[in-house]
Structures are given as structure tokens and as C-alpha cells.
């Protein structure tokens, strides 16, 4: 199986790009309350992305070893952020609905995300038995689980994923 993590709440500064964003202590109980909630299985390969908001979750979650995968990051926005948490929401909607086009100059165009994220499970899943632990994040998981379904981007799930939060996909075929 694949549990995919998304990670937890982040200290957010809009001085610098997300990718580079550190968990907030505040989320910590969320965190340690998902580590014994019994969500996550006991024995797994653990991954993370890049980012450091993934890298501190997984470290929270597990005393095993997290193996990072750069391919593994989030939906990549260079251009930083300036909108409200709507503006923000509406614009990530209207990526996944031009999936082609980046939603906004110097993001990456979702379909870019969607393969550099499900190429790079597939690689992981071919090398490794057993569960699976991703640690990484919202907009990534909501491509890869399409991918993986055969069916469209669930947003309405994606809205709703919390910091941190988990999703578990039965399993994958190894190749398309």
C-alpha cells in the first residue's frame, strides 16, 4: 500500500518562497497525534520530499529512515505568494483546470508535477516491497491519486486535506 502524508501546518512568511517554509510548533500536537493514531502502518519504507516542511514531518512521524526524493516536491510556484487563502485556493483550482498552462508565470504547469510526481512513485514502488510512507504534500498527492484512480482530480478532497493528513491508495501498477 501507499500512505501518503501530507505534511503539517507550516510557519508561513511571505518573504520567502514556500518550498523553503519550516513546520510551525503550533501544528506539532496535530502531528504527534496522527504518529499514534494507528493511520500510519508500523512497518514501511519511509520517503519524503525536498521541502523542509516534509522532511520535519517525517522526522516527527517515525524513528525509521527517510529516504529523500527530490522528485517527490510539491507543485513548484517560484513566483511567491500575495493573495488570501481564497485567492490562493482559486488559483491552484484553476490549474487543475488548465492543467497544460501554469496558473500563474513561474509556476509549474500541474501536468509537469502530475509526471515528474507519479515517475518517480512508480520508480519507488518497483523497488520496494512492503508499505510504502510519502511524506510530502497536498496539491502533489491530488495529482498522483488521479493518476494512480484513473480518475479526475478529486478538489473537493483536496480542500479538505488537513495539516498533516493521510491518504492510502491500495496499491499501483508498476508501469503505464
Not at 14 to 32: M, N
Not at 86 to 109: G, K, N, Q, S, Y
Not at 128 to 155: E, I
Amino acid at each position: 500500500m501507499l500512505h501518503l502524508v501530507r505534511h503539517a501546518r507550516p510557519r508561513t512568511d511571505p518573504a520567502t518562497p514556500a518550498s523553503t517554509w519550516l513546520l510551525d510548533p503550533d501544528g506539532y500536537a496535530a502531528l504527534d497525534a496522527l504518529r499514534t493514531s494507528g493511520r500510519l502502518p508500523v512497518a514501511a519504507t519511509w520517503f519524503s520530499s525536498p521541502e523542509p516542511k516534509a522532511r520535519q514531518t517525517a522526522a516527527r512521524l517515525t524513528d525509521a529512515p527517510v529516504t529523500v526524493v527530490d522528485d517527490l516536491a510539491e507543485h513548484r510556484r517560484e513566483a511567491r505568494w500575495f493573495g488570501t487563502v481564497e485567492e490562493f485556493r482559486d488559483t491552484v483550482r484553476a490549474a487543475f483546470a488548465l492543467p497544460d498552462v501554469p496558473a500563474v508565470p513561474e509556476w509549474e504547469p500541474l501536468s509537469d508535477t502530475r509526471e515528474r510526481v507519479v515517475t518517480a512513485v512508480r520508480r519507488l514502488r518497483s523497488s520496494h516491497t512492503g508499505d510504502l510512507v510519502l511524506v510530502g504534500h497536498g496539491t502533489a498527492w491530488t495529482v498522483l491519486v488521479a493518476a494512480l484512480t484513473g480518475t479526475p482530480p478529486d478538489l473537493d478532497a483536496w480542500s479538505r486535506l488537513g495539516m498533516p493528513d493521510v491518504w492510502t491508495v491500495e496499491d499501483m501498477p508498476t508501469a503505464e
